[in-house]
């Protein structure tokens, strides 16, 4: 769609390239099925571990996760991570380790917001809004100009991005 690259040759990496890597998923939010993304990593060779937290904070067995080579949390409005998982994941990212946040607009960015509160403390980093989207976004033709950049490796094959219909923004 939109001109996009289709296909796995565009892939950065190619199927299996990635065997004996693990992602851990905090999943927060009821309202995000991570089906597919799981699928289409498990295809590259990753193994998925998604943990899902819907219900509120649970208890967490922090050592299993240890060996991960990625940690990914998706968002929700309710705050379901509890101190032990929030420190256990910002000393994570402090030891050179990956995290993804995920985030969406107001109000799906309550872990979002803790973790980036205790990952980069006194930098006042977060999330806030819920501006309207609905936009395809192209490269940026300049410095100052809106849409993404082009050059950089994660947007190999993407001539264009839907924004979503409503977005947030990263403030400080």
Known sequence: AHNNAVGSQYDLGQANGFKGMTIVVFNCCNECSFTKPQKALEEMGFHVIEIQLFNGPQPVNIDSLRFASQIWVISSRNGHLNDSVYEFISSFY?????????????????????????????????????DPGGKVQKARSSAT??????????????????????VSRVMK
């Not at 809106?146 to 219909?165: D, P, Q, R, Y």
């Open 145 to 166: 100009s809106s849409g993404f950049e082009a050059n950089h490796m994660i947007f190999t094959g993407i001539a264009s991005l839907f924004e979503g219909i409503t």
């Open 94 to 130: 402090h030891n050179g380790r990956s995290v993804y946040i995920w985030g969406d607009n107001s109000p799906y960015f309550v872990e979002a917001n803790n973790l980036l509160n205790r990952m980069l403390p006194g930098m006042s980093v977060c999330l806030e809004g819920d």
